[in-house]
């Protein structure tokens, strides 16, 4: 069966410090692959989707960006945090059409 | 303009309370809608996939329905396990938009 695991669960950083978010699907292969963030109060806002290695498509322009190194690792990261990059971020995977299958998400503050 | 919206904000309920939530959406030639719960500090979990007006979804308490402008979650006799945000999404091409949710809480 597929499994998606996202690191780490919780993380307090800085403003200005960098960001990195890891993201692996095991089970399945060529997986289109997802970030969103939720803020409290908001839904989840797409931030990049990627549908295959090298393929990044970004919704959100912003002081993030995502990589896909491998066909089912997907990294998301930021060189200087901002305060309002605060959130819950998660991850999510799906065959084609199919459903959405979500990771446990990240809490990220910025102080 | 929001491609998906969802209404109530919020609701609370009495157990047993019957009720129905909605997603409207302005996306066009849809290619699936899909209803997610979610618990509170954990990512969303898939309930149903919807393709055509006229089609209608069942598990347990809840039952999704679509027209070709919107979708009801009908949630019935709910019990307080039943709290949660429930999430309607749209596919456009590869990408997934979701409404902002509805905020169950069921009192006992």
């Known amino acids: 069966s597929q499994t998606i695991h996202q690191w780490p669960a919780t993380l307090v950083q800085p403003v200005g410090s960098p960001l990195s978010l890891e993201c692996t699907v095991e089970g399945t292969s060529n997986p289109n692959l997802y970030w969103y963030r939720q803020a409290a109060g908001r839904g989840l806002q797409l931030l990049f989707y990627s549908v295959g290695i090298g393929q990044i498509s970004s919704e959100v322009p912003q002081n993030l960006s995502a990589s896909r190194p491998q066909d089912r690792q997907f990294i998301l990261s930021s060189k200087k945090l901002l305060l309002s990059d605060s959130g819950f971020y998660l991850c999510?995977?799906?065959?084609?059409?199919?459903?959405?299958?979500f990771g446990n998400g990240t809490r990220l503050t910025v102080t | 303009e929001d491609q998906v919206t969802q209404s109530p904000e919020a609701l609370r309920l009495q157990e047993g309370e019957s009720s129905s939530l909605n997603c409207s959406y302005t996306?066009?030639?849809?290619?699936?809608l899909f209803w997610y719960r979610q618990d509170p500090g954990k990512g969303p979990e898939f309930l149903f996939t919807?393709?055509?007006a006229g089609e209608e979804k069942e598990k347990e308490r809840l039952k999704a329905t679509l027209t070709k402008k919107e979708s009801f979650l009908h949630i019935t006799a709910p019990k307080p396990e039943d709290s949660a945000t429930y999430l309607c999404?749209?596919?456009?091409?590869?990408?997934?938009?979701f409404g902002k949710g509805t905020r169950l809480h069921i009192l006992p």
């Open positions: 919807l393709y055509s």
């Open positions: 999404a749209v596919r456009e091409a590869d990408k997934i938009i």
């Open positions: 996306v066009s030639g849809l290619r699936g």
């Open positions: 999510a995977w799906n065959d084609r059409n199919s459903p959405l299958h």
